[in-house]
């Protein structure tokens, strides 16, 4: 397993972010020591962003340049192998996912069953721009099915060399559900 994703904040910085998130958690009802007892790491949003693909009636998704001509690099080399991949998330801003955990709390959803499936805003991988939810053919995306596809076959075998990782294989220690879908470019380029 490549650790390299995994932040290296420095404290100072840490600090600041903390106190930034931990106003964006207050309303949503998530405290600091939610994010501590799951050892969520924090995560700053990208600063430069690039369309790295655009996908069903012209949505645009954004990566970082280097996470973006990464992505081109694999999904052209899966090409070549007759494999399929799509983006169908990159990267999302910390208000938006505030955003998203308060529609599934106003729908009526408990907290660690939002939890379970969207990382509390600050601590999603998708703010860093070089996370990409992939889906393929006609499978549903985000949905479990997708570990039984070619792309997944392929990726397994051939995303490390393109330094993507899987985030969150099955019975992560962070609490999430099994993502077969969200893969991470390493911070150091492979
Ligand atoms: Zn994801």
Request: charged share 20%; net charge negative.
């Amino acid at each position: 397993m490549n650790a390299d994703h995994r932040p290296s904040t420095p404290k100072v910085q840490r600090k600041g972010l903390l106190a930034f998130y931990a106003s964006v958690w207050r309303p949503l009802g998530i405290s600091p020591s939610l994010i501590r007892k799951r050892g969520l790491p924090l995560f700053e949003e990208a600063t430069e962003l690039v369309v790295a693909d655009s996908g069903a009636g012209g949505r645009e998704y954004q990566l970082t340049p280097i996470a973006a001509a990464a992505w081109r690099r694999m999904k052209a080399a899966a090409e070549e192998d007759g494999v399929d991949l799509q983006v169908v998330s990159a990267y999302r801003s910390v208000a938006r996912q505030a955003e998203l955990i308060g529609r599934r709390l106003a729908a009526g959803q408990s907290l660690d069953a939002v939890l379970s499936v969207l990382a509390p805003p600050g601590c999603s991988e998708h703010h860093t721009g070089r996370a990409v939810d992939i889906a393929t053919g006609n499978v549903m995306p985000l949905e479990p099915e997708f570990e039984a596809t070619p792309a997944f076959a392929w990726l397994m075998e051939h995303a490390g060399a393109h330094g993507f990782t899987l985030s969150f294989p099955r019975n992560n220690p962070y609490g999430y559900i099994y993502e077969p879908w969200h893969w991470c470019l390493s911070e150091a380029p492979a």
